[in-house]
């Protein structure tokens, strides 16, 4: 069964147990309907009261929201405040010894950094970006390891006003230079190696095949911090400095840059409709905001609990709810390096039982991942500490919710479905977890303030239990402030005159069902998620055809046990089809071209090689066709107006 239809049979319902639910912030449904009433009638003041209470301001604001240049929202922006401060400063006078971070290596190695040290080392490092000449506005990309230094490196840009870009370390020396190039980025963070389950990732070596490419000549330095003992291979002079040098001797405090609230945070590279990652600009206060707030309620945060989120900081779940949310609330938290799997898949339990973690918060693929390689595992642990679970990234089958629901959470621990976007910057539909109960498979209601709702092509609501475009319908803080370099594509991408250029298009189907609860569908561009990673088919596609071999290409996604879906891509060469040995052969050779143009992550599973690909009269690739292929499903559609039937036969062919 698909994970769809099994969604849709759904009827399991949990409330929060009593225990929790007396302790919670929010806690029991009134208290949640009294929110979103607050935030109906009140808008303005409901999100000007919460920045106000949440967040350290130099200089207050006297507006909330700007909407005079709709869509590119103003949020608070006479205010001024620095991120960092938010961050770290404030926390100093009587949390200086609470412990930050919790760090653990991919080779089992454990540091712990309490706030004030967090601060010695974000202030240090910053002024070291400073003696490099950054200041604000400029643009760093960042590409490491998920290490401290990942971390501090974020929080120093915020501090002088700098702009990061942060680079997942997975993705390939071109998709760097894209975008280092696109940000015209100044100086590149980097390490000269990362470990990643006892694999050796030549980082350093990546940016210097970046750098290469032409395009790059803004960037004039490169710092590198040093994960490995091998050293760095080759060295640049001039232009490479270490990090431990670059710090050495600078000052253990750094005056904060003040910011106005709209001024841009970061820019974070993803995925669309069409070949180009779009440059996600987040504006300063409204992005801290959402980060806080959501923190606060949907992980019910309490000074006392130790929150764990698996991601990435190359990853808007990275930024949100590793680098800003926990440590703007001054939450101590675990962040680990590596794997799930690596040096075991026992790793997150044993992880969650040694630093008693209170509240875990990873990926569907993670849970299936886990479930396969080991579903009693974590009975050989102590997690009686997890007191929350929460999941992002995709929908997740109700199967996987209920083992870990069960086996994880001890049916006494909450599930947080968290459904949130690279552009909403925070969580947007996610249970309260004290005020919610959760139904498998649904991210249930959204926070208060956020107007979700489902719409036709219209944009006129649809009925319960029907599909629809998922909107929000009135602009909320954490918002992408627009796409850098590209604000016509921001406003024809999201706020499409199809919907009176009036509510934020998501670019996800869903339904809702009687009980007004959400049930995310999918995406309706062509964007897959792959492991909770999402790429875009042109993108694959651009890259593939980029290859001297390649005529044409077609990218879709088929659903995959563990990825939640995988790419296959039916591909033309310039010269005859190959079959056998030689399709095997071209089939390795285009994902190794994959992995070299963008990322491992975007390899295909499945190539498929045809004369041609299937395709109206008019030229269209007909892509549901494809999909069909894809899925080895029997083709329904008409095939009476393709121009030459037997390539489908082709097309159905595995190379292996
Ligand atoms: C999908 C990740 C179902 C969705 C934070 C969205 C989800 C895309 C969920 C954004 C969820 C994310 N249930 N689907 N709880 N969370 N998605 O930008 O399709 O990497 O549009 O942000 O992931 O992915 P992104």
Redesign the pocket.
Known sequence: MSTLDSILRETRSFDPAEDFRRKATVSGPDAYYALCEQADDHYLSFWGDLARELISWKKPFSRVLDDSNAPFFKWFDDGVLNISYNCLDRHLAVNANKIALIFEADGGGITRVTYSELHRRVCQFANGLKSLGVGKGDRVVIYMPMVIEAIVAMQACTRIGAIHSVVFGGFSAAAVHDRIQDAGAKVVITANEGLRGGKIVPLKAMVDEALAIPGSETVTATVVYQRTNSGASDWHDGRDIWWHKLIDGQPESCEPEWMQADDPLFILY?SGSTGRPKGIQHSSAGYLLGALNSFRWVFDYKPSDVFWCTADVG???GHSYVCYGPLGMGATQVIFEGVPTYPDAGRFWRMIEQHKVTTFYTA?TAIRTLIKLGADLPKQYDLSSLRLLG??????NPEAWMWYYEMVGGERCPIV????????GSAM??PLPGAIATKPGS?TLPLPGIMADIVDESGAPVEPGKGGFLVIKKPFPSLVRTIWNDPERFKSTYFPEEFNGQYYL???SANRDESGYFW?M??IDD?L?VS???LGTMEIESALVANPLVAEAAVVGKPHEIKGEAVVAFVVLKGPRPTGEEARRMTAELKNWVAHEIGKLAQPDDIRFGDNLPKTRSGKIMRRLLRSIARGEEIAQDVSTLENPQILSQLQERAS
């Open positions: 993803t990853w808007i779940t569907p999941t992002v990234g995709e929908p997740i479905d968290t459904w949130w976007q690279t552009e909403t539909i996610a991210c998501a670019g996800d995310i999918g995406r964007v998620n909770g990673h999402r």
